[in-house]
């Protein structure tokens, strides 16, 4: 009944969207289910006029990567192999001993690791996820000062040539930046109604890291009060990481 019932708001859909001279191409259109519940089931395939959709459990979406299972695993990993391929690009500047530190530090901020924060400030992050982007900073990093883990240079040291902060300050900087810009909305705004969670049955296990906890990791690690944020100035000022590049 569940699935019939689906079906037949579908193909209203479709009718409406084909009414209006929007046509949907059925040989390319995808659908994916979200369990987030553990032992259900979808119910069936979805049809599609006469076309049976594949089902997918990832499609990437506006540059982000969306998963089945709500995680942000999938989204991260591409966000680094596109921060890669875009410092490939760039690797006659990179790789280049003529070329100065400073530079090349800023090459870095401009164009490459804009590739692998984009969309971060809507994502939570745990030490896991900020380790993989440390290590992949770091060896792009190595790799354009021209040394190795085997010429045992700090990290500090090869960051302070080439004037880049840490990945996982800025990450963080990225997310207090926009959670200010929502809790100054009006408390009836969107996105103020979408931080109150559903509430929903945990299963066994610790409970995942979600973007309200880590947003209270990092106010906590700044020593920020929720009274500050309405004064968007010193809010600014306050989550601003040393280095105010990109």
Partial sequence: LLYDCRKKRLNQWLDEL???GLRISRSKTEYMYVNLAENTDDGGSLVLGDQVLPRVDKFKYLG????????????????ISTGWMKWRQFTGVFCDRKMPPKLKGKLYQTVVRPCML??????????????KLHVAEMRMLRWSSGVTLRDRIR???????LRVDNIADKLSEARLRWYGHVMRRPEDHLTRRV????????????????WLSTIKRDMKARNLQDETIQDRRSWRYFTRSANPST
């Fill in 195 to 210: 931080l109150k969670e559903s509430e929903r049955k945990r299963g066994p296990g610790r409970p995942p890291t979600t």
């Fill in 118 to 131: 984009y969309g971060s400030e809507c994502r939570p992050a745990n030490k896991t996820h900020d380790h």
């Fill in 155 to 161: 990290n500090e040291y090869i960051r302070g040539s």
């Fill in 18 to 20: 084909e009414s209006g």
């Fill in 64 to 79: 982000s990567v969306l998963a089945n299972d709500a995680s942000v695993d999938a989204d991260l990993g591409h966000r």
